[in-house]
């Protein structure tokens, strides 16, 4: 394709050259609120149960009430229990909530532990044992949505500076971008570019629609997908992908005929230039299908197997999490050898879960 030659002076851009996908107005609070929730619902156990487990104190006459379990997803499991118990001559209630990731089938045994240092503090020992679970569970999902949620507002920020700044006239700079999706609908392309291809690339991504009739300037491919003209407006933070007709360009008549003189005589397309074609959708096979869903299914029997083997033999502590999900899910006499490796190196100690006794605390 030939190149494109624009004036050499400011020049203004079309202020609605960069969009914001709607996406962002509602998923962005809804996202940053599933995180709070996360961690005003889970926190305050999670602490509390840490600060019971520095000195954990069984309550054999403890009262586990109305105790449920529900897995949803297949992993994600939440248990709630009301707790009424006696120390040191009070008497104590408490509704207690905890959430995990297991892969437990079947139910839970649970005992009444409470804080020996604040007696107030009360949990199901099954929170105990699930403790690290938990702490990674919380952790792992708080940083995941808070850092999405502030990664999107960035974003957005990011797209209402550039949109300022395309209301002043600025220097233009030719740049090749990369086309990573497309979507027509309601007589509306919708667009999403990387500039990842320019000799001064960002690798950050951009999105933009243009109305019907309206096409980017395609000039060629790079494995396999389209690379269309974008210009850099200044030092804006995002380049502007340019239409084919370069509208969105504030030139003359005969600026604008000038610059797009080369691309109509090239032969194929949309006024001689090529249009956005939606590749065929490539199907898999039923047996390919297959194939991959056996091997993914081998991977993590292999994968948990070999962290099972790790817990039992080679773990500096009983109370690895999911080692002792693993441990527990395990057949019966399978379960009592890991139990016995275990106890070889923490007998002294008190037992896991999947290796307790009726009390919780010893080895079965």
């Not at 962005?28 to 889970?42: D, G, K, N, R, S």
């Not at 999670?46 to 019971?52: H, N, Q, S």
């Not at 297959?290 to 299914?297: A, E, F, H, K």
């Not at 994968?303 to 033999?313: A, D, H, K």
Request: hydrophobic fraction near 45%; proline fraction near 6%.
């Amino acid at each position: 394709m030939p190149e494109l030659v624009l004036p050499r002076r400011p020049l203004r851009l079309a202020p609605d050259s960069i969009s914001t996908p709607r996406a962002y107005y509602w998923s962005t609070p809804v996202i940053l609120a599933l995180c709070i929730f996360l961690l005003v619902w889970e926190g305050p156990g999670v602490l509390r149960d840490f600060t019971i487990s520095q000195n954990p104190v069984l309550i054999e006459d403890g009262d586990v009430q109305n105790g449920r379990c529900t897995t949803r997803k297949a992993i994600f499991t939440d248990c709630e229990a009301r707790l009424v118990y006696s120390y040191a001559g009070k008497d104590y209630e408490t509704d207690v909530e905890i959430m995990f990731v297991d892969f437990h089938v079947g139910d839970y045994e649970t005992g009444l532990v409470i804080s020996g240092d604040h007696p107030e503090l009360a949990t199901m020992s099954l929170g105990l044992d699930k403790l690290w679970n938990r702490i990674i569970t919380l952790t792992l999902f708080v940083l995941f949505l808070g850092g999405l949620g502030v990664g999107m507002i960035f974003l957005g920020l990011r797209i209402w500076r550039v949109l300022r700044k395309l209301r002043h006239p600025a220097m233009l700079a030719v740049v090749p971008v990369e086309i990573a999706a497309f979507d027509r609908k309601r007589n509306m392309l919708s667009i999403t570019y990387n500039d990842s291809i320019a000799d001064d690339k960002t690798k950050r991504s951009a999105y933009t629609k243009m109305q019907k009739g309206e096409e980017p300037m395609i000039v060629g491919a790079n494995g396999g997908k389209p690379v269309a003209l974008a210009v850099r407006h200044g030092n804006t933070a995002l380049p502007v992908l340019l239409d084919d007709r370069l509208t969105r360009v504030e030139l003359t008549d005969a600026e604008r005929a000038d610059a797009l003189l080369p691309f109509q005589q090239v032969p194929d397309g949309h006024d001689g230039r090529p249009l956005l074609v939606e590749a065929p959708r490539q199907t898999m096979s039923i047996w390919k299908r297959l194939q991959i869903l056996i091997g993914v299914l081998l991977l993590m029997v292999v994968g948990v197997v070999g962290f099972w083997l790790w817990y039992v033999l080679a773990s500096d502590t009983q109370f690895q999490s999911p080692g002792m999900d693993i441990n527990n899910m395990m057949p019966a006499p399978v379960n009592e050898w890991g139990c016995d490796q275990l106890k070889k190196r923490f007998g002294e100690q008190r037992a896991p879960f999947g290796c307790t006794a009726g009390d919780y605390t010893s080895w079965k």
